[in-house]
């Protein structure tokens, strides 16, 4: 009998079902990429020894997933709609200004003009050194400002050498010929004694006579060439002191009576207030240190630059929409964010070119921007890229967003950082157009930086915030492959 009881006490047992453990009553996988949480149904035990779930996929059935879904945040999704039209707006409505505003800073490549080089001469006189060196580039930069050309390049190069180009100049010959002499006036009484030099000159300025209407030009002294004058007229009266420049003589009039006030005109040898003009302009910039020796000129005609610009602004236009094309098939939602960065990081470089007065465009600027386009647009593959991996993980959107930036920005800052590096090595070693070209790209290595650290992930957060668009496909994710990387055992 006792045997009996025994017996049915262990049926009951046998028959009596087993309490599934905390862990397998209930599981909750939050799905990332849709902002939604999915419980899942207890499942059916497997053996200790492990195997694929019983539909033989390894992944969690659809018909299994219950989603609880939440409202749009209209605040938010206000918010993104208002920033998106701004932008775009902004985009079209300056486009025309922008391209107007740049045509007056294209450099000599795009808008035609002239390049020369010229080498200091040492004489025992004026021998070469580091301060005549810069003198002479300052002599130069005023005699070019004096004919109007906007943005020059003046540079020494190699330490005994000038570099200058003038772009947009209309008269290439007679801008080289204006800059590269000496300009070294000289007041000579009649036995060759020179008493009086244009480095006593405070201004020179052409003019017409009143009375005949001839060109002149008219001369001032400072203080010590005003007295220096007055001797030498009081003590040549009735006797001609003639003025050169550069050898050359211009008019040597008879002194009449003491000149005490500084003035003086030079007359009788101009044709035209042009030729007026040119002497005064050189006088007035002063005379260079030392002599120079023009080694080497380059003229680039209007219709070659106009041509290099458009074939330019066509590869750059090109480029950029097949990086618009990419990005949004690739990415989807992020991918607009990305191209709604370029766009804003265009701005910003038209806005600096536009704003610094002596930046110049040409061509290897614009190979310059077109490459920290490409810096830009892989700053934000990297995010997408981790944030895709985030995902697959499990993770909710935000949490993705978080950690794919925290992620990819130690990349992002490491390929900058190298760029950087390069940049300032071609600035210091490079000179001309390979400056330009560094200095283009280091501009643009930082505002990427700036749209991509600040601008996307701001862009972003505000689009997780309104609940706009959860489901994964929509952030280059397929709902199969987050539900396959679900669905696989933790190792």
Request: glycine letters at 8%; hydrophobic letters at 45%; proline letters at 5%.
């Amino acid at each position: 009998m006792a045997g009996k009881k025994q017996q049915q006490r262990k049926n009951s047992k046998k028959e009596q079902p087993q309490k599934a453990s905390p862990e397998i009553q209930q599981q909750t996988v939050t799905t990332a990429s849709t902002g939604s949480q999915q419980e899942l149904s207890p499942p059916p035990a497997r053996p200790a020894s492990g195997g694929a779930r019983p539909d033989g996929s390894g992944a969690v059935p659809p018909s299994r997933l219950r989603t609880r879904k939440t409202g749009i945040n209209w605040a938010d999704a206000g918010i993104l709609g208002l920033i998106f039209l701004a932008i775009i707006a902004v985009a079209i409505f300056t486009a025309k200004p922008i391209a107007a505003g740049l045509q007056k800073h294209l450099g000599l490549d795009l808008q035609g003009g002239v390049h020369v080089v010229y080498q200091a001469v040492p004489t025992p006189e004026a021998p070469v050194t580091r301060d005549s060196m810069n003198s002479l580039r300052d002599n130069i930069d005023k005699r070019v400002n004096a004919l109007g050309v906007s943005e020059p390049v003046i540079q020494i190069v190699n330490g005994n050498r000038v570099l200058v180009e003038l772009a947009g100049v209309k008269d290439p010959e007679e801008a080289v010929n204006q800059i590269g002499r000496t300009a070294h006036m000289e007041f000579k009484t009649e036995d060759g004694k020179v008493v009086l030099t244009g480095k006593d000159l405070t201004d020179a300025k052409a003019e017409l006579n009143p009375q005949n209407n001839q060109p002149e030009v008219a001369l001032k002294f400072n203080t010590a060439g005003a007295k220096v004058f007055a001797d030498v007229t009081a003590a040549n009266i009735g006797k001609k002191i003639a003025i050169y420049l550069d050898d050359q003589l211009l008019t040597d009039p008879k002194v009449e009576t003491v000149i005490p006030d500084g003035n003086a005109v030079i007359w009788g040898s101009y044709k035209t207030l042009q030729d007026a003009q040119e002497d005064a302009l050189l006088l007035k910039a002063g005379a260079l240190p030392v002599q120079v020796q023009l080694i080497e000129k380059r003229t680039v005609g209007p219709v070659l630059g106009q041509e290099s610009l458009d074939r330019s602004l066509k590869a750059g236009m090109i480029g950029l929409g097949l990086i618009f094309i990419f990005m949004l098939f690739y990415y989807r939602v992020p991918g607009i964010v990305a191209d709604l960065s370029l766009i804003v990081y265009t701005l910003i470089m038209a806005g600096i070119y536009l704003a610094v007065p002596h930046l110049t465009l040409t061509l290897p600027g614009i190979a310059a921007f077109i490459i920290s386009v490409g810096m830009a647009v892989d700053a934000n593959i990297l995010i997408y890229e981790r944030l895709k991996e985030e995902l697959r993980l499990g993770k909710t959107l935000r949490s993705s967003f978080d950690a794919g930036f925290r992620h990819a920005l130690r990349t992002i800052l490491d390929c900058n950082v190298n760029t950087l590096i390069g940049a300032a090595v071609l600035y210091y070693f490079g000179s001309g157009a390979i400056r330009g070209f560094a200095v283009t790209l280091a501009i643009g290595v930082f505002m990427s930086l700036f749209t991509a650290v600040t601008f996307t992930r701001f862009i972003l957060h505000m689009l997780v915030s309104s609940r706009l668009v959860l489901d994964p496909k929509w952030y280059g994710l397929s709902k199969t492959k987050l539900n396959t990387a679900l669905a696989k055992p933790a190792v």
